[in-house]
């Protein structure tokens, strides 16, 4: 990217240049005013400021992305299907910018699914058979220094898979059929007496295929697209841009 | 090569030293390249001991300087500076007066007795220092361990006359060559509750000590102890590296290259020893003194995590709910999660639900078994029943985590209908303006909490050596007790006016408790005015009492 002056430089109306073709202000100038005029309008900075300006360059690249992928989905004829809104953590790996172009330009996502499908979930012999079942069990419990208990203060324990109870009562409960007194059995925190009160088989959730490895390429491949097809024209650098002078950290 | 002119009149602001005789240089010749290289090779090598000899060709019109130093010994000041005309300028106070420190932020608003915020300190200062001067340079003024020695003076403490085998002068650990190296740090080696592991230090483990060279020269240090050494090894900052030996037959010995700072784990022949009837004895304080301890310590803008990091923690999701049942009993769903963070050992503890009198819970008990680095999520289901009494309750999820340490998480239910309906609000409120909230809060009441605290103290003024108390009533307006820590805040130069400055609280439900705070004025104490205040803690509520005046009279 650099902001010299472009063979077609129209420094007043253009705001950069994607694969040579020019962006006209006008377009940014839209894209503002629906932004301020839309529901966040008023958490967004005054005009005037240097926030304003940073918003101003964060909108411009939003429009270079959304330009970038709309020209690759032109070239390779990708249709422009409803990409699936973002997660929160993908939003955070893509960044706010490509982030905002996925959500505002359906080419986006379009072209991230065609040029990095996602890869299948992991064929592991144990995902080849349906989800497994875990057992639940729902334990009355009481807990004595001495094993000197009495069925009579038995307290509800609620719902357990039994991993998270002492070793010993876990073992003894495995077993059991519903309605058993279990116990007295001993751990390190004294003697314990157990009754299954129900038993109850649940699925375990679906494995949900990870988006980290093809939203890095996507990224990569963004990149090295901004690098070589995107020039932008002085005062439209990247909000990001050390060298742009409303870069700046301050307390 | 002397400059065009004197030093003094050449170095002055904006000056441009770019031409060759601005200002005194060093010309190093030779008559090619490789005489040249030889001869730069010859002069770095020389300047291994901070000197080099050159030849003076005319020191007209320079004036050759003393070979002097002044030192000033500080106790540590926010900075200085030396201008042209040599004068040092000392910066002795730094205040904040902007955001965040300059404002406060938690209701009610809080100022120092005389109206001016928390960082300016209008009161009398004393700085003391020391001028120090001699022959040479800082090395051979041994700046860097007179500063040091200054900024931390010996310890003294007053014993009777007695008899014993101990000699008269005698040292558990020595580092030589004395003063041009220092003894920065001593401890046990290892840092177990850093890293999860469950197992705590034991005092026959190795030490570790770190070293530092304080006068910019290689230097060969040795340590000795009358305990004697069976090993050592150098290290890394993290104690965990063995590099190298440091040991040769019974002598620690290590190269250092000027100012280096060096980490080294020894090894004790023998062990201290001591007076066996004494038994172990802790030194300081080992685990939290306000029991059971917040799990959402964060909440008490409390700084860092309570003592020993808890491995093993324990929460509820949500925090607050609003029963709001009506004419049926009022079905509240919450989340425990307990998480492991130990590495090296299974969890094992008792988790109870204590719940007010009349409502149900499940659970209400359960013991937890995790293995290392693991975690447990499951449903808490609570039913208030449809004639709760309208107030403020709080449901308490205590996971015992050792013997007498308590980790707690508090799930807040309001039952609609009381004067503490706010403290469970419906909706948060409009968002304030920004430039309005980084006013801080105007705000002369404090949130509605169900725990109403005032300060029964308007002014301290005590003589030296006299003792009075920060007196508090806590009026507990909630339907369950109330279990908070509380820290007596004052500021540096009154520390040891306020001997436990924490402590934990209770008061009952719907009952009031009275809090006092021993404040006392050692005997030597200088005459001053200052200020404490107390910050109250409980259950992610934070209240801080006014600034009470503190004066401590002349004798």
């Known amino acids: ?251 | 090569m002397p400059g065009a002119e004197p030093i003094e009149s050449a170095w002055v602001p904006q000056a441009d030293l770019r031409g060759a005789r601005a200002i005194p240089a060093v010309l190093v010749a030779g008559a090619d390249e490789g005489e040249l290289h030889a001869e730069i090779a010859r002069m770095a090598s020389e300047l291994a001991d901070g000197a080099v000899t050159v030849t003076c060709i005319d020191p007209e019109p320079g004036t050759l300087l003393d070979d002097y130093t002044v030192g000033l010994l500080t106790y540590g000041i926010p900075g200085f500076a030396v201008d042209t005309s040599g004068a040092l300028h000392l910066s002795l106070l730094r205040s904040c007066t902007g955001w965040p420190s300059g404002v406060w932020l938690d209701p009610p608003r809080r100022q120092t007795p005389d109206g001016s915020a928390f960082q300016l300190q209008h009161w009398t200062h004393d700085f003391s220092y020391s001028l120090v001067a001699g022959a040479g340079d800082w090395r051979r003024q041994d700046l860097v361990s007179r500063g040091l020695e200054h900024s931390t003076p010996m310890l003294v403490r007053v014993a009777d006359q007695h008899g014993g085998e101990l000699p008269a002068t005698h040292s558990l650990l020595a580092v030589t060559p004395e003063r041009e190296v220092q003894l920065q740090a001593v401890k046990l080696n290892g840092n177990p509750s850093a890293a999860g592991e469950s197992v705590p230090l034991d005092a026959d483990r190795s030490l570790t000590v770190r070293l530092t060279e304080a006068t910019g020269f290689a230097r060969t240090a040795q340590l000795f102890s009358p305990l004697g050494f069976a090993g050592a090894h150098r290290s890394d900052l993290l104690e965990s590296d063995v590099r190298t030996s440091a040991y040769d037959a019974g002598v620690v010995e290590t190269d250092l290259e000027g100012a280096q700072i060096a980490t080294l784990v020894l090894e004790p022949e023998g062990t201290p020893g001591g007076d066996p009837a004494l038994g172990a004895v802790v030194l300081g304080v080992d685990r939290e003194i306000a029991q059971p301890v917040y799990s959402r310590y964060w909440l008490h803008n409390r700084g860092p995590a309570p003592m020993g990091f808890l491995p093993v923690s324990v929460s509820v999701s949500p925090t607050a709910v609003r029963a709001e049942g009506g004419a049926v009993a009022a079905q509240v769903v919450a989340e425990v999660t307990v998480a492991s963070q130990l590495v090296d050992a299974d969890f094992i503890g008792m988790l109870t639900i204590a719940v007010p009198s009349g409502w149900s819970c499940e659970p209400v008990q359960r013991p937890i078994q995790l293995a290392p680095g693991g975690h447990t999520t499951f449903p808490l289901d609570l039913v208030v029943p449809e004639d709760a009494q309208p107030g403020l309750s709080f449901v308490r999820v205590q996971l015992s985590t050792g013997p007498g340490d308590v980790t707690e998480d508090v799930l807040t239910v309001l039952v609609p209908g009381s004067d503490l309906d706010d403290a469970v609000p419906t909706r948060t409120g409009p968002e304030i303006a920004h430039e309005v909230q980084l006013q801080g809060t105007t705000s002369e009441r404090s949130r509605v909490q169900g725990l109403e605290i005032d300060c029964l103290t308007t002014q301290l003024e005590l003589a030296p050596g006299e003792a009075g108390v920060l007196a508090f009533r806590l009026d507990n307006q909630a339907l369950s007790d109330v279990d908070g820590e509380l820290m007596a805040i004052s500021p540096w130069g009154t520390w040891d006016l306020v001997a436990e400055p924490i402590s934990g609280f209770s008061v009952s439900a719907g009952s009031s408790a009275d809090v006092a705070i021993p404040i006392a004025v050692p005997v030597a104490a200088e005459p001053g005015e200052w200020w404490v205040m107390v910050k109250f803690m409980w259950f992610g509520r934070v209240h801080y009492s006014p600034a009470v005046p503190l004066v401590v009279r002349s004798r």
Request: proline share 9%; glycine share 8%.
């Open chain 1, 1 to 251: 990217m650099t902001s010299d002056a472009h063979p077609l430089a129209e420094p007043a109306r253009v705001i950069g240049w994607v694969d040579g073709q020019p962006v006209s202000l006008d377009l940014l100038e839209l894209r503002l005013a629906v932004l301020r005029s839309g529901p966040g309008a008023a958490a967004l900075p005054r005009e005037g400021t240097q926030e304003a300006r940073q918003l101003r360059r964060w909108t411009a690249h939003v429009l270079f992305t959304e330009l970038l992928c709309l020209a690759t989905a032109g070239r390779l004829a990708i249709a422009d299907s409803a990409a699936a809104p973002l997660d929160a953590l993908s939003a955070v790996q893509l960044g706010s910018i490509t982030a905002a172009a996925w959500h505002g330009c359906p080419a986006v996502g379009a072209v991230c699914r065609t040029l990095f499908p996602a890869a299948p979930v992991a064929a592991h012999p144990a995902s080849a058979r349906p989800p497994v079942a875990r057992r639940w069990f729902r334990v009355s419990h009481s807990l004595t220094p001495d094993g000197d208990v009495l069925v009579g203060s038995l307290q509800p324990m609620g719902w357990t898979t039994l991993d998270d109870l002492p070793t010993s009562v876990a073992d003894a409960l495995r077993d059991a059929s519903r309605g058993e007194l279990v116990g007295p059995v001993a751990s390190p925190l004294g003697w314990h007496l157990a009754r299954v009160d129900d038993i109850q088989d649940r699925s375990a959730p679906a494995l949900v295929p990870d988006l980290g490895d093809q939203l890095r390429e996507f990224t990569l491949w963004l990149e090295r697209r901004r690098t070589e097809s995107l020039s932008v024209a002085a005062g439209f650098e990247h909000p990001g841009d050390p060298r742009q002078p409303d870069n700046s950290h301050r307390h």
